[in-house]
């Protein structure tokens, strides 16, 4: 069964979306890590500007979005508010999936009651993540449906990992990964692709048997890459970096969306789930890690391997107006992923400071 590009469009065009990103906060004179992130929100006094789990993190979150062009406007705000407070106490904000430089070796866990107990129950993890994902919200009619939208997703993850992989630099040096926050990230035990679950029950037994195995503290910690949001009716898909430009997170905010109008389109049409394993897909993520836009995985249509840009050529092929997208697409093209941006940005600075600095102008732009 075809399901026609018009069909897609349709199924897309309705849909509400938000996004939350992480940040990185870094002393301008020295490059490395502050632990400023309450002062800072508490400066602000904006609830759309919070608290992360470290000290040395921000979170933006945009209000309920038409459109990814809408939220682009919103995401810019957001980001010179916070670099603005960040400046105030002598700090820069950095769009990274990981810190560039060393983790600080100060606790630096949020003083917040649920942030504590994260440490007390997964301390010696939490001290080694430190990570910051871009987080889309997609809105859906029920959590039934939204069910079978994350099992759908399953084969699109790694693409969307791929396009955002923001993580190159760790530790002082270059880690060969694209996304090196994928690789700290899937430390947690509860990290994981969403399972090809039959109902909302279902999927509520599996966070249930996570929570109740010790693996998460409650709902909140269950990080499925892909999941259903426990505080808004929505699907949130979590397993990108994040956004090094304003319009790289536009560009993974406006796929997510049409790729979530692809799945509603697909079940309404009656079409049948292609299944792929849990050791595929995990594979296939792994490699988009590793390797980006180039890693290899499995078309969910034709069953060839292609890679990601291949991949992304598909989607375009079942949309009804590729326009928007396709141009978000060529311009990312024009300036290559984050990781690559990052990787010129380190081999040119002469120093973290320096990069840091560069980092910082990145995080501002929108290209």
Known sequence: MVITSEAVGAATRTLTMGVE?????????????????????????????????????LETVTGVCGCP??????????????????????????????????????????????????????????????????????????????????????????TLLAVSANSPI???????????RYKRWTRWPSAMAPRVWRSAADYDAAVCRLIRRGKAIDERGVYFHARLSCRYPTVELRVMDTGLSIDDTVLVTGLARTLVGLALAELRAGEPIRRIGDMRVAAALNAAARHGLGALTRDPYTGRVVNHERM?????D?????????????????????????????????????FARMMADATLRRG
């Open 318 to 354: 079942r949309v009804a107006d590729p326009g928007p997208i396709a141009g978000l697409l060529q311009r990312f093209r024009e300036r290559g992923t984050g990781a690559a941006r990052q990787r010129a940005m380190w081999a040119a600075a002469g120093s973290p400071q320096e």
């Open 312 to 316: 992304l050529a598909t989607l375009l």
């Open 69 to 158: 062009e809408e939220a682009g406007g919103q995401l810019l705000e957001l980001r010179r508010r916070a670099a603005a407070a960040a400046a105030e106490t002598g700090c820069l904000l950095l769009a990274s999936g990981v810190a560039p430089q060393r983790l600080p070796g100060e606790p630096a866990v949020t003083p917040d009651p649920r942030y504590r107990e994260l440490d007390r129950r997964f301390g010696r993890l939490l001290a080694r993540t430190g990570t910051c994902g871009c987080h889309v919200h997609v809105g859906i009619p029920s959590r039934e449906v939204g069910v079978q939208v994350l099992t759908r997703m399953r084969p699109w993850l790694a």
């Open 21 to 57: 990103e992480e940040f990185l906060l870094v002393n301008r004179a020295g490059g490395d890590l502050s632990l400023c992130g309450p002062e800072i929100t508490g400066l602000l006094g904006d609830e759309r500007v919070k608290t992360e789990v470290m000290r040395y993190q």
């Open 170 to 180: 760790a530790n002082g040096h270059d880690t060969g990964w694209e996304s090196t």
